[in-house]
């Protein structure tokens, strides 16, 4: 290690996490069989990394993991991933060869994927078994699967004689949310087409919630209505996936009647409550921001610091730098607002936050360049969480995660 900074991302608590999510939706009030869990890993696995969380999450019992887009998709292969990854986002219409020459399950999100989707299945399906390209034959490997032949796939697909398989993908309807999803009101005119396709076999189908972490918020029970009425819909076109699912972190949290065949925790994963909601799940957070002071220096009274020189003091007064600013995704806004940890105790982020570095206020303080400075996680008696910081510059922890920088190294505790 050569920086100061460094994020420690415990994959013991990932896969604690995930086993706290599967006891509480395996609780015996829940309708059997239990949901099983899709593991959000998109974005770098929120900015804790892909690779190594998701092989952690394979091997804690994750039946899929999620990420955005096909790239994100090869990047788990790459690293040894074998569970089924689905691909929630939009898909290009030309760089769909991802897909199958890494056995990925796309989301099927609007008519033209699903046509794009259809004859790059049509083109890549003809030939199983091939390596040509390095092509897997789509006979559903990955676990949720297993009980299902290529012989009676969702779309009541029957599978050429020749061995040829359909894509195995998912449905996904927009309830509400305006944003991707074949709209739940439309499914009549949209659906046939994809339903007719032997190259698609759509095995779930899903959606997404707008407002779940608002408990009060009427768009909720909404969605979940639509939701059941476009499944109905869905089956009255032919249409009969193995699996529905729809719960996000929050969802899961406070409405069991959402959690269907899969839920979606991603936050949860990493040891955060989506705020506002709390929780009475015993979760561990995942990520720590640690680094070193490299420099302690005295303020006389009338002195500013930082840019601007927008800080200062009226008293005799010692700053410690941190090497760590906005380059590593610390927020600019954190400067005035929040804190840091030293010696166990709290000390103010003062100045400005810049690009690599930041000061604090350690007046009175015994403090000498090498000490730690704990940026998110815990020192002594005390603790700084990335909720506590997304309130106070007003933004929420999953956008705090995501910006850990790439210059970061990530120091992985070893899970089980
Ligand atoms: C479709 C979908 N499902 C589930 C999740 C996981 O959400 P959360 O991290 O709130 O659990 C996300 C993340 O944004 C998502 O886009």
Known sequence: MVRHTR???DLGAIEANLRAISALVSSPRTPRPAPRI?????ANAYGHGASEVGLALERAGAAMLACADIEEGIVLRKAGVRIAILVFGALGISDLHGVF???????????SAARALAMAAARWGQTPGTKASGVRPRTSDYTPDRGQTPATSATGVRPRSSGYTPLHCHLKIDTGMNRLGFRHDNLERTLPEIAASPHLAIDAVHTHFATAD????????QQHKRFEQACETIAGLGIHPKWRHAANSAALLRDERVWYDFVRPGLLLYGVVPPPLSSTLTLRPALSLHSRIVHVKG???GEGTGYGLRTVVDRPTTIAVVPAGYADGLDRRLAGRGCMLVRGRRVPIVGSVCMDMTTVDVTGMEVSAGDEVVIVGEQGNE???????AAAIG????????????RIERVYNPGS
Request: aromatic letters at 4%; a negative charge.
């Open 299 to 301: 303020m006389r009274p």
């Open 7 to 9: 994020a420690i991302v």
């Open 395 to 406: 933004t929420i922890p999953y956008e705090l995660l995501c910006r850990v920088g790439t």
């Open 38 to 42: 899709i593991a959000v890993v998109k």
């Open 101 to 111: 020459e890494h056995d990925l399950t796309p989301t099927i999100s609007t008519p």
């Open 214 to 221: 608002e408990p009060e918020h009427p768009a909720f029970a």
């Open 383 to 389: 603790s700084i969480g990335v909720r506590e910081i």
